[in-house]
């Protein structure tokens, strides 16, 4: 069964840190890793996709990693601000038949960041 | 040019009734793709139209439908509600289909409630 996990569920850091999420997968045949921002009543916006051959996509203060080998992701958030609370989540695609692409969510992680 | 479009954005049902919803892409946006989410299982994938035809679909039961029409917009409908069915309902457009590795972008979604 294809399974996104992410860790740590919830993260509060003070305003101008930086931080780490992490995101493991098994989904196979894999496809490519997105990460997405969704601010509490929205929905998703898009930060990065990766491919199988990518190991670093940045977006602004935003910098993904991707180990395909350890099926591992982090998303980095540099010099963070108070728009960066939102809660970030990691969605993995598998191949699937005949070209379509079934995308797993994982659950989450929260970001609060506080002045 | 306008973003993805939900509507209504807010509806409360009672059991064993019927909802439709719909969606209108990004113009010149083919694919469309349905999400659930709720606070225990997150985002789940429902279903991908593109042109018209249904690509995808998640693991869900038969009472969920949808349709595109050929202006792409999308309609999902859920049969007999169940309290479990209330969610936020969201829906994502793409350029292309969903095997390229384009930026999907999310309307604000349709919050249903079942009572």
């Known amino acids: 069964k294809n399974q996104v996990e992410q860790s740590p569920q919830s993260l509060i850091i003070l305003e101008g840190k930086n931080c780490t999420l992490q995101?493991?997968?098994?989904?196979?045949?894999?496809?490519?890793l997105r990460w997405y921002k969704q601010d509490t009543g929205r929905g998703p916006v898009s930060l990065t996709i990766m491919t199988f051959s990518e190991n670093t996509k940045s977006n602004g203060r935003y910098t993904a990693t991707l180990d395909a080998d350890t099926k591992q992701s982090s998303l980095h958030i540099t010099a963070s601000q108070l728009s960066d609370s939102a809660s970030y989540i990691c969605?993995?695609?598998?191949?699937?038949?005949?070209?379509?692409?079934?995308?797993?969510f994982g659950r989450g992680t929260s970001l609060i960041v506080h002045p | 040019k306008a973003g993805v479009t939900q509507t209504p954005r807010y509806l409360i049902k009672t059991r064993g009734q019927q909802v439709t919803l719909s969606c209108s892409p990004i113009s010149g946006h083919r694919s469309v793709s349905w999400y659930q989410q709720t606070p225990g299982q997150g985002l789940q994938f429902l279903f991908e139209y593109f042109s018209e035809t249904q690509r995808n679909k998640g693991n869900f039961p038969g009472r969920f439908s949808g349709r595109q029409f050929s202006n792409s917009r999308s309609e999902m409908n859920v049969s007999t509600l169940e309290l479990g069915d209330s969610a936020l309902y969201l829906c994502a457009s793409l350029q292309g289909d969903s095997s390229s590795y384009n930026e999907q972008f999310f309307g604000p979604g349709t919050r249903l409630t079942v009572l």
């Open positions: 995101c493991n997968y098994t989904v196979s045949p894999f496809s490519n």
């Open positions: 969605v993995v695609s598998a191949r699937g038949s005949g070209g379509s692409y079934i995308p797993t």
